[in-house]
Every structure is written in C-alpha cells, then in structure tokens.
C-alpha cells in the first residue's frame, strides 16, 4: 500500500532564516522528499534569505551536505537531487533595511516570468515577522495568491502576539497567514480525527459518562542543544504548553465540526480552548508543577545539568511542566487532562493517552487477576502507532485468566511505506492553501489569554522550578499530583 501524492501547482518559495538549523534540518531535506515523490513542478523554485554573503554555488553546496546528513543514504536519489539542487538560490538581505530586496525582487522575475503562488516562510525570529512582511509589500512582492508562514512561537505573551498578528495582518489577509504547528502535521494527530469521526465505534463513548480522563505527553530526551539564548527567556509552558499541548488538547475535545474545511475546525478548537477553566494563583499549587533538570544520564549517557549548560548558577526558567486542565462543558465536565512537558527525560515520546472508566462490575473471581481499564493509546513519536488497550483471556486451558493487551496499528508495519512527515505535508498544504492544520489569529490569542495567569501566579510565588535527575519523567511532584487523584501516569500504569 502506498500513499497517493498528487503534485502541487508551480510556486516560488522564499525561506527568510534560509541558512539556520530549521532550514537546513527540516525543510529543505522534506522538500527534497517531495521533489523525490513528484510532488515539485518544474518549474517550482526555492530561494533562500539570509544575512551571509555567501554565494549560489556554496548555498548550494551546504544544502546538499545537509540533505545527505538529514536523509537516510537510502534514500538518497543522486539524479532528484540533483535536479532539487538546481532549483535553490541565495540572497543576502537586511530583513529590517533596505538592502537586498531588489536582488530578490529581481530574482522572483527571473526570465521575465514569476509563479503566481508565493510562499514567504519566516523561520526567523518573531520580532522580524513584522518587519519582514512591511518590506514584502513596500518592495511589491506580494501577489494575490501569496501566502506566508509563521513559526513559532507567535510572541511570549498575549500583548506580544497581538502585536505581530497585527504586524503582519497589515500587510497580508488573515486567509494568506499559515501559523505553522508541525505537531499538527503528524500522521497520527490526523488519525486522531480519523478515528474520531469516520468511525461509529468511539464518538459515543467519547465522552464523560466513559472517559475517566486524558494524558498529553510531549517528552523529550534533548537538553538545549544549542537554544540555551532562546529557551532561558521562554520555559516549556512558552516553548511547548502554549501550542503544541493546547493544540493535541483541542483536537481531542473539541466537537464534531459541520465539515472539515479549515473554519469549521478551527472554530471548534477555539471553543475548547474558551472552554478552559483558568488556572490563577490560588489554583497554581495544586494544579501546576514546573521542574528543571540536574545532572544525570539519557539513554546510558551521562549528560549536564540546565544551570551547567547555561554556564550560570542559577535560572527561573522551567524545563518541564505538568498541568491538571478542566474543559468547563457539558461533554468534558469533570474530565481532568493532564499535560506534561519536559526536556532531558527519560526518552522521547509524545502521545494522547484516554483512559476509559473501568467496568462498573466483575463477574470475575480474584484468580482471574485484575481488570484494567481501557486505555487509547495515539504515540506520536518517535513510532507513530495506534494501540487500543483491552481485556482479553489467555490462551489455553486452565481457567478464566484474563490479561491486558493493546491492539496495535503501527503505521510503519501496517503501510509498510515512506509517508510524508510533518514539515513536508504541511508545506505542501500552504502551496494549495489550505489553513486546516495551522493556527489562526484566535485560537493564537486565546491560547495566550489561559496561559498567561498560570505564568503570573508562577512569578507572584517566586519558588524556584522542581529540580529533577535528567534522564527521568519528571520531579516527583508530578507523580503526587496524578496520584492525588487516584492515578497514575501512564508508563506507571502498565
């Protein structure tokens, strides 16, 4: 089985940041994957923006590098990539000033001939967004079915983002802005809806009268890795709470939209998250927990603590966070999701966890050994999988002995087959302009409005993060917060 690619119509993408990691890990290695997949007209061109005065054939030189590094060698196709070198071009620029954009301009009208569909990606820092999208239309660029993509993180805090939406929806109509999530653009969040809502089999369980509650875990086993500038102004509840975890939590609860057509999805998250039940200083204690790893070891490797990869003695800053969140409706009332976030923990993984009530009654005998409730399992990464937890018997005579087990769909053993991964999908969704999977101006702004008064209560109780080893899931207030409540975290739980 394989999946069905249908190629995009010709466009120009601009990539402003097109020298730094993002680039050069993420989009331009899954561009190649499309260019593999003939996904990539011919006459589709990409040209990098950076403030290096570094010259086509080295551009491209990097490139190449980064593509062999970041692409398994088996996959590597020396003809495509060739011809997905020869569409690359470079321009150094002042995205704040003057110099540069007529050689952009310039290069944009190549042969006297422009693709109508211009894709401006800003993976620089959001102070720029503004700046950039002002020179876009001083310098004319912007054509009618231009589109420009915002990373994150849409400012550090409501009044900050605000202003860049502002900035930037000045100059471009809210329908052209794509406020890129890549958690959004994973196969198994996109089955989530599947499942969800092309199948008889959960939706009416789906509920408070079944669901005893959900875990949300985005784990990670890195430490900094080269962001300690960005991440020490930031945190998790900035760097991952905000968008990631509010997002998978949206898609969760939200209710069956009319169609799947970009409005009626997002208007339907953004119920969810006007639905969250504020968590403010007298709530904080109980409901929040923020941590910051020590020295410890990942993956039988010994590793630094934060303040030793800061080279400082001390930092307020949390790299791991934990939030008991209420969605204040009649589907989800009294349904806690618990969300958790951190750096250096034990591995990587990310995945929605619903946990089913239990059985109201056991016509089995203690010998049959305990039931367990059921339990929905969507991972993610790093093995993006399907699990569905359920009782079944063993095997063979003996009795009634019963034992819990997870169906599994895992997508590499089920298709058997390269998928597209996030980055690559969604870039392929801008060019065709479709805004499902990406944020808009609301749901941004909303986001920031819940977590604001959790980052305020933090800041009035001035208590230092929890600290926790590296290689860990967490301090151990994150268990006693779960377990206040009569459960456990789902890798305790198996």
Same mark, same amino acid.
């Given at each position: 089985m394989s999946a069905r690619l249908i190629p995009v119509d010709p466009f120009d993408l601009v990539v402003f940041g097109g020298t730094g990691d993002l680039a050069m890990r993420k989009l331009l290695p899954g561009l190649y994957h499309r260019d593999c997949d003939d996904q990539l007209a011919?006459?589709?061109r990409i040209v990098a923006v950076s403030r290096s005065e570094i010259g086509r054939k080295a551009?491209?030189?990097?490139?190449?590098?980064?593509?062999r590094r970041h692409t398994p060698e088996v996959q590597i196709q020396n003809g495509v990539l060739e011809r997905f070198l020869r569409r690359l071009d470079h321009v150094a620029l002042d995205a704040t000033g003057t110099a540069g954009w007529k050689r952009l301009a310039s290069l944009l009208q190549r042969n006297g001939k422009a693709n109508p569909i211009r894709v401006f990606y800003l993976a620089t820092m959001p102070s720029l967004f503004g700046p950039i999208a002002e020179n876009l239309a001083t310098h004319e660029l912007i054509t009618p079915e231009s589109r420009v993509v915002l990373e994150k993180p849409i400012g550090r805090d409501l009044a900050s983002a605000r202003a860049i939406n502002d900035a930037v929806g000045a100059v471009f109509e809210e329908e052209q802005i794509f406020r890129i999530d890549h958690y959004?653009? +994973?196969e198994t969040v996109q089955n989530l809806l599947a499942l969800r809502f092309a199948n008889a089999l959960f939706e009416p369980l789906w509920n408070s009268g079944h669901i005893d509650h959900v875990q949300i875990t985005v784990a990670e086993s890195l430490g900094l890795e080269g962001r300690a500038g960005y991440y020490d102004t930031s945190g998790a509840l900035r760097d991952m709470v905000q968008n990631h975890l509010l997002?998978?939590?949206c898609l969760v609860a939200m209710e069956p939209p009319f169609t799947f057509d970009a409005d009626a999805v997002r208007d339907e998250k953004l119920k969810i998250l +006007?639905?969250?039940k504020p968590i403010g200083a007298p709530e904080a204690a109980s409901h929040t927990v923020r941590g910051q790893y020590q020295a410890g070891a990942v993956g039988g490797q010994p590793v630094r603590g934060y303040l030793a990869e800061l080279d400082r003695s001390f930092s307020p800053t949390e790299t791991f966070v934990v939030l008991k969140a209420e969605v204040q409706n009649w589907r989800w009332a009294g349904v806690p999701f618990y969300l958790r976030t951190g750096k250096r923990m034990m591995e990587r993984q990310s995945e929605i966890v619903i946990h089913f009530k239990p059985v109201p009654h056991s016509i089995f005998g203690a010998a049959s050994g305990k039931l367990v409730a059921n339990r929905l399992v969507v991972r993610l990464q790093p093995d993006e999988a399907v699990r569905f937890f359920l009782m079944t018997k063993d095997p063979g005579p003996g009795g009634m002995r019963l034992r819990n087990v997870p169906l599994n769909l895992s997508f590499a053993d089920a298709f058997n087959v390269r998928y597209p991964d996030a980055y690559e999908r969604l870039l392929m969704d801008v060019v065709r302009g479709n805004a499902t999977l990406f944020m808009r101006k609301d749901e941004v702004e909303a986001a920031w409005m819940w977590i604001e008064p959790?980052?305020?209560?933090?800041?009035?109780?001035?208590e230092a993060p929890k600290p926790y080893t590296a290689g860990s899931w967490g301090p151990s207030a994150a268990i006693a917060l779960i377990e206040r409540d009569n459960r456990n975290w789902h890798e305790d739980a198996e």
């Open positions: 011919p006459e589709t551009y491209i030189d990097e490139v190449e590098a980064a593509v959004l653009g +994973k997002q998978l939590l +006007k639905a969250l959790i980052l305020a209560a933090w800041e009035a109780r001035a």
